[in-house]
C-alpha cells in the first residue's frame, strides 16, 4: 500500500491566488512527522513546512500552511497568494517514529503551474 | 553552514564503467541517506546510516550497487557495471536533531 498518496499530477493557478495540494498518508505509528518539500526545474530540494502528529495547531510557514486533518489522515498544503516562482514541484513525504532519525517516504509529487 | 554537498553535479558515463558519487553531510548531522529520483519511480530510498553505520539498505536495487560512509563526512555510493537503467538523480540528504537537508543532487546519465 502506498504510504504516501498525492493524487494531483498537476495543478494550475492563477497568480496571487491561493491553491491547494493534496496528500494523504496511511501509517499504524501513533508518531510520525509530515513534510512538504518543493522542487524547482533547477532540481533541488527545498523544504517548505514540518508538521507533527501530535501537534495541535496547523504549521504556518509565511505563505505556506498545512491543512492537518488526522482523522482524515490528510496533510493538505496550501499556498496563498501564488507568484510565478511557486512553479515547481511539490512533494509530501512523511517520517515514521518519534526521534526524527528515519527516512523519509515520498509521494509521486503535484506539478504547480502558475499562471500571469 | 554550507549545506550537503554533492559531487559530481552531472556525470555522463557509458555502460560497463564504475560510477562514484560522493557525499558530504552537515557537520553535527549523524543521519546520511541516499535517494534516487527517477521518472517511473519517483524518489526512493537507496540506504541510509546513522554514525556511519548503514542501517538499511533493502532499497539497493541489486550487487551493483554499493555505498560507504567511512568518517561522519563523507559517504560514496558506487555503481559497478553501470548499466542505461541507472540513468537518474541521486540525491544524499543528512539529517541532525530536526529536519532532513538534500543536497543539490547528481545527475547520472548511461550512455
Known amino acids: 500500500a502506498q504510504k504516501i498518496t498525492q493524487t494531483q499530477p498537476g495543478m494550475f493557478v492563477q497568480e496571487k491566488e491561493a491553491v491547494t495540494l493534496d496528500c494523504t498518508y496511511d501509517t499504524s505509528d501513533p508518531s510520525y512527522g509530515l513534510f512538504w518539500y518543493k522542487q524547482p526545474s533547477s532540481g533541488e530540494m527545498i523544504f517548505l513546512i514540518y508538521?507533527?502528529?501530535?501537534?495541535?495547531q496547523n504549521a504556518t510557514e509565511g505563505r505556506y500552511s498545512l491543512n492537518f486533518q488526522k482523522a482524515r489522515k490528510s496533510a493538505n498544503l496550501v499556498i496563498s497568494a501564488s507568484q510565478l516562482g511557486d512553479s515547481a514541484m511539490y512533494f509530501c513525504?512523511?517520517?515514521?517514529?518519534?526521534?526524527?532519525?528515519?527516512?523519509?517516504?515520498f509521494g509521486s509529487g503535484t506539478r504547480l503551474q502558475v499562471q500571469p | 553552514d554550507a549545506g550537503v554537498i554533492q559531487s559530481p553535479r552531472h556525470e555522463v558515463t557509458e555502460m560497463g564503467q564504475e560510477v562514484t558519487l560522493r557525499c558530504k553531510p552537515i557537520s553535527g548531522h549523524d543521519y546520511l541517506f541516499w535517494y534516487r529520483q527517477t521518472m517511473m519511480r519517483g524518489l526512493e530510498l537507496l540506504i541510509y546510516f546513522n554514525n556511519n553505520v548503514p542501517i538499511d539498505d533493502s532499497g539497493m536495487p541489486e550487487d551493483r550497487f554499493s555505498a560507504k560512509m567511512p568518517n561522519a563526512s563523507f559517504s560514496t555510493l558506487k555503481i559497478q557495471p553501470s548499466e542505461p537503467r541507472d540513468s537518474a538523480v541521486y540525491f544524499c540528504a543528512s539529517s541532525g536533531t530536526y529536519g532532513y537537508t538534500f543536497g543539490s543532487g547528481t545527475r547520472l546519465t548511461v550512455v
Open positions: 508538521q507533527g502528529s501530535y501537534d495541535q
Open positions: 513525504a512523511m517520517r515514521e517514529g518519534d526521534t526524527g532519525r528515519r527516512a523519509l517516504t
